[in-house]
């Protein structure tokens, strides 16, 4: 683990932290888009490393949590069918439906099994031809291109018994949606690494240039983030609104061109319905007309609803960066990671989550 | 204890703090040895058993009789896949049972096995795991002296589920439990974390790592006799299994209600277990263990007690990993290699790789 070691080393964090410290002269709020950076955050301590003003919110890049609930319930339809194999990432299992969850069906005896990859599923349905294999084909830019492959290659190699439950969400429309709110608060972004190292850099510029916000592009470990929140925070400090490659390790500024024609070729924008913010325009992947035959929902002839969530439960706040997870009257009491109420407690990536498992603000009640 | 005379006593013993409602199902998470698991034996077993040895919640019972210290344990194996890097379900039911005596500081001399077999299940495979236990056996120095053989049908059954109890002997004046922790108190790991669990992720996902982990099964009866004979004043002892060093920790936590501060710097991975960590997305410090245990001593028999457990050829890397704080909450905090602080918690569920 020697190249990860590199980027957790404590005396060149203890260097950057000092660096941000002199750099700050204002308060500022931050937003991290993605999950895996929130895990991280939390995980490794970093907020407490920074100075006071500086403050660091939460956006909703975790796609688990942002699944919405409508399709977790036809999700949990689809995996109860006897003849159907539903296929889903691991965390997908836990995540609560209006009533039951994935986890539950598989209990009561629904074929639900976890993949890696959704390459796997094709393999299942070749092994399995009498029966239906569903994949949850959900995240961001990141998951697409390989959801994207196991469709196209289903399609090529004639394999007629599978199916995608499709809830991709996109990255530059949420950060809209989130800049658009008369309560926003956010001055910077910390972009999500993993995103941007299939997308590319171009759809920021735009985005930065006309919210006059700063964007950097920030990877996944402690110096990453730091150095991250060092970029943004100079920006801020400079007045300048640029987009910024942290993460040029893995990011090139015009991503990847093969992965992007994949999703170009399988996938088109539509609009999406985000658990805990509502529907955002042109926030979403469906399937393009050459390829709806693998769409599960026109397959299994379901309609998706959008069923009420917890009134409780604060998450689109949190999400949109207005709140904080120990702002939330449930958080660590009602909602917990085994019996969550919202989006962000769901998965470990999740910002309730993350904070209930690495910090003592879920403890409050001893 | 509830009133036995008012209504029926198994019912009225079942008051559970929260009730159980009708649409409840045993979810594979309930076995996992996390928060769902520690819920389900507060909630159901405890009260429903309710008795003093039981609610000392160790790994085992330690009783008097006949003018002997004995303690008892059981614990019932359902891996797959059944044969795995470093050991088998047949190593692995001998050992557990005998680390869980070791873990109550008795000297393990006998193990019941209880077979539950598929229909259809090679007989050469049973031989081959029979053939292990009686390995795991001589090396731990136990007999296994009692059985029982069950066939279910075809499909009802995982090919083979183990059950072993084990009965041993304590031969020290020692009291070890949680109850027992003091501030100031030492505690320490017998080396690095994780080899079983990603073991068995690997070969039962099929995944391909650049190395084969293999597990880090193994007796620990033969080190907690050394750190016995050797005199240590041991306090308690817990071995990881499941729920991995963080539920270990955070069970012992709760139990002696003390408050636990771990450095994170002490804890070894061993890079190849870390990198399958970093590719799934998992927390080393939940990950199961079937050959690691912490003990807890006080602060003067510390480096005598890790010299111990270093003389131990799976003990390269033990180390003092924390130690029981003066005063606060019931809970474990961790020191972060960056000198950050944050908490340590159960694994809330079954341990679930990420999507990204």
Redesign the interface.
Known sequence: MKFLDEYRDPTAARELARAIDRIATRPWTIMEICGGQTHSIVRYGITEMLPEGVTLVHGPGCPVCVTPLGLIDQAILIASRPEVIFCSFGDMLRVPGSRNNLQRVKATGGDVRVVYSPLDCLKIARENPEREIVFFAIGFETTAPANAMAVAQAAELGIDNFSILVSHVLVPSAMEAILDDRENRVAGFLAAGHVCAIMGLGQYHSLAARYRVPIVVTGFEPLDLLQGILMCLRQLEDSRHEVENQYARSVRPEGNPAAQRLIEQVFTVTDRHWRGIGLIPQSGLRLTADYDRFDAIKRFHLSIAEPPESTICISGRIMRGLDRPADCPAFGRDCRPEHPLGAPMVSSEGACAAYFTYTHQGHSTG | MADPENGNPLSRGLVCPTPLSAEE?????HGGGG??TH?LIERLFLPAFRNDLLSRRHDGAVFDLGGSRLAITTDSYVVQPLFFPGGDIGTLAVNGTVNDLAMCGARPLYLSAGFILEEGLPLQLLEQIVISMRRAADLAGVTIVTGDTKVVDRGKGDGIFINTTGIGLLEHSLVIAPDRLLPGDQILINGDLGRHGIAIMASR?G?NLETVIESDCAALNGVVGDLIRAGIEIHCLRDLTRGGLASALVELAEAAHRHLEIDESGIAVR?DV??AC?IL?L?PLHLANEGRFLVVVPANDAPRTLDLLRRTPTGTTAAIIGHVAESG???VTLK????????V?ML???Q?????
């Open positions: 199902r045993v979810l594979l998470a928060r769902l819920e996902e995944l890079e870390q990198g970093e997305g927390d909450p019931s809970r972060t290699r960056l000198g950050t602080t944050r908490i918690e809330s569920g079954e679930l790789p990420r999507i990204c």
